[in-house]
């Protein structure tokens, strides 16, 4: 197929939709401005759904968008309307952000001209591609999970203009957190066009997140408002931090909605072909949005290839994470971890080595997939979530599940010739709670919202440690501290993969809002000035520690039989009192307190884990001539397991020669 969108020669540019139901298409050309439609020019038919013309003395910078006529059926599929300018699916730059309005849902012949609601493309030179270098993030770091906008809108150090933007991040402030927290890659939240649903201007509110997209490859002005080049620059500055940039990517759905929403782009050039829809002509839900992006189809395809291939040349981003990415596996509507794009995607030579992560689910049928995506793809783990949280909230019988997620989910992820782990390990994320409400709010509080608290889940394994909410409780507050430092540590203990969302390492808060998308305000916008620094600089120690032992970071299953080359086990499972838990031990439902023992070329490190609310003794097995030591102080001197280890605690404790301990222990010598 020839290539789509506008493209820029030095005698004028070619412009190319794809269409292969429209009877007719058309480019419009607008003024300077984008305000003014200054020409309306046919594109001619060139086969295979092609429609493409060349207009000589046009440049760069050149404002259009396109339009197309044919039946208007609504209820078969069909949409074509020429008073509905369409952006072009391929556009890289847009002039203005998307804004809902009413207008740009009426139906043919009720309605006006939507030019002017709408933003224009601009035709664009592309810089020189970036040189492709092997992705800086390497399975087993630290995801860092970024909602752009929010993460900077309230940080003292970053001037005012460029608060909220792509640009902030690569400030030396933010560099500086980055690097403390030893992050492998910053995830960003999709940082491409969207627009509002329709029902959120009524409220006052906006979408927050970016989960609605429209145009795939365009960045929103208001996140980027220096488009590709502001991109490109802080993935660069990021990169000499020797962290990696990974784009948070919507191919799911598209912010046209159902058959109620706007026609904006694909709708009004095919939607029959770009989205899935039934034999009787409505469309398809199978992301809960009114809408579902047809990934099977051939030109669905190249246009997500193109996209990706588009932010890997010219930005340099270390890989893509997939929202609800059984989408891009179904065919005919069923999930094939084998479907013809995700196999593109994994044998491209460009995308091949990238970072790759799956959202495993979706609702639709057989919507659920972890662990069935194929190598190499991570895959965002919700049962390491769920029963991390479930064992601190104190159900029973739940150390087995424990040590199962501390060992990176072979349960999940150990298929036939596979060794290592593809799981990513989080807490909490960008939907659901925060960590830090995790431990404070048993309920959801969504009221913020506008739908009278019914948004969101219900189910939240989450615990207030006796008082809802905010509280001037000191043993309260305490609680929670030690607790939020418990999730943490776990976290970072684990097998594979860990992903943190941004704020949850000093004690973010969404007041107990646990769908908080239409909320762009203080409800998620990082408060810098108010941080809990003690909990922040407890995750900068366990990040360290993390990077300091190789056997925590590696992402081999761990099995409890020696590695190749050695002769001692890869983990050992222990109780309180140093023996090896046996069956009883694991079917215990009393049992809330576990040793993980690892070993490695260089060291061992036992976490140690008290979920229990009574302190306890603890021992570890001693081997002459080594002595245990924390690997990580504590700043009352209380770290060790010379006396009862505190519950709710996770200490680690590290082994070292005897003679080197002592030297820890009395540098000075004396």
Not at 255 to 276: K, Q
Not at 661 to 668: G, R
Request: aromatic share 8%.
């Amino acid at each position: 197929m020839s290539q789509l969108g506008a493209t820029v020669t030095r005698g004028g540019i070619r412009f190319a939709a794809w269409s292969s139901a429209a009877s007719r298409l058309w480019v419009s050309i607008f003024d300077e401005q984008g305000e003014g439609e200054i020409d309306r020019l046919e594109l001619q038919p060139e086969g295979e759904g092609v429609h493409a013309l060349f207009v000589a003395g046009l440049a760069a910078g050149t404002r259009y968008g396109f339009r197309a006529d044919g039946d208007y059926t609504p209820e078969n599929g069909l949409w074509f309307d020429p008073d509905k300018l369409l952006v072009d699916p391929y556009a890289v730059e847009i002039d203005r952000s998307y804004v809902y309005d009413v207008r740009l849902a009426a139906r043919r012949g009720e309605g006006t001209d939507t030019a002017p609601l709408l933003p224009k493309a601009i035709t664009a030179t592309l810089p020189r591609p970036v040189p492709v270098l092997p992705p800086l993030f390497q399975p087993g770091g630290l995801i860092y999970e970024v909602p752009v906008r929010a993460f900077t809108m309230l940080h003292p150090d970053i001037p005012k203009h460029q608060r909220g933007t792509v640009a902030a991040l690569a400030h030396p402030a933010i560099v500086e957190h980055l690097k403390k927290l030893g992050v492998g890659a910053v995830e960003l939240m999709p940082v491409t066009a969207s627009i509002d649903e329709r029902h959120l201007p009524p409220l006052g509110l906006r979408n927050a997140w970016g989960y609605n997209p429209v145009t795939f490859m365009a960045l929103d002005p208001r996140l980027a408002p220096g488009g590709l080049a502001e991109l490109r620059q802080t993935v660069a500055t990021l990169r000499e931090a020797g962290i990696g940039v990974i784009l948070d990517l919507v191919f799911n759905h598209t912010g046209e909605s159902d058959r109620l929403g706007p026609t904006l782009s694909l709708r009004g050039l095919d939607s029959r072909a770009y989205y899935r829809h039934r034999p009787d002509g409505s469309l398809i839900n199978d992301t809960g949005t009114g809408n579902t992006v047809a990934c099977d189809h051939p030109v669905v395809r190249e246009m997500v290839l193109d996209t990706l291939r588009h932010f890997v040349r010219h930005a340099g981003v270390d890989g893509f994470r997939f929202d609800l990415a059984p989408i891009l596996g179904r065919v005919d509507g069923a999930f094939d971890a084998a479907a013809p794009l995700l196999m593109a995607i994994r044998d491209d030579l460009l995308l091949g080595d990238r970072v790759l992560i799956a959202e495993p689910w979706d609702i639709g049928p057989d919507g659920y997939q972890l662990g069935n995506f194929p190598p190499p793809f991570l895959e965002w783990n919700d049962r390491y979530r769920d029963d991390i949280r479930r064992f601190w909230r104190g159900h029973s019988g739940m150390v087995g599940a424990l040590a199962t997620r501390l060992a990176g989910s072979s349960d999940v992820f150990a298929k036939p010739g596979q060794q290592t782990s593809r799981s990513v390990n989080f807490i909490a994320a960008h939907d659901g709670m925060t960590l830090a409400d995790i431990v404070a709010y048993e309920h959801k509080h969504n009221e913020a919202n506008g739908e009278q608290n019914r948004d969101g889940h219900d189910d939240n394994l989450s615990w207030n440690n006796g008082v809802e909410g905010e509280t001037g409780d000191r043993a309260i507050v305490m609680a929670r501290f030690d607790d939020r430092c418990a999730l943490l540590a776990t976290l970072f203990a684990s097998r594979g993969t860990i992903m943190l969302t941004a704020g949850d390492e000093f004690g973010r808060t969404q007041k107990g809002n646990n769908n908080a998308y239409a909320q762009d305000n203080e409800i998620t916008w990082l408060d810098w000035s108010g941080r809990d620094r003690a909990l922040e600089q407890y995750a900068v120690l366990l990040a360290a520690t993390r990077r300091c032992v190789p056997a925590l970071s590696d992402t081999r299953f761990l099995t409890g039989e020696p590695p190749p080359g050695s002769e001692q086990p890869d983990a050992v499972w222990l109780t309180e009192t140093a023996t090896p838990l046996d069956e009883a031990g694991w079917r215990d439902p009393g049992r809330h307190r576990l040793v993980m023992m690892l070993d490695s070329d260089d060291c061992r490190l036992a976490a140690v884990i008290n979920g229990d609310r009574r302190g306890c003794m603890f021992t570890l097995p001693e081997r002459d001539g080594f002595r245990w030591q924390p690997a990580i102080e504590a700043s009352d001197g209380a770290a060790g397991i010379s006396r009862p280890v505190p519950g709710r605690t996770v200490i680690f404790m590290i082994e070292h020669e005897a003679a080197q301990a002592q030297i820890k222990e009395n540098p000075s010598g004396k």
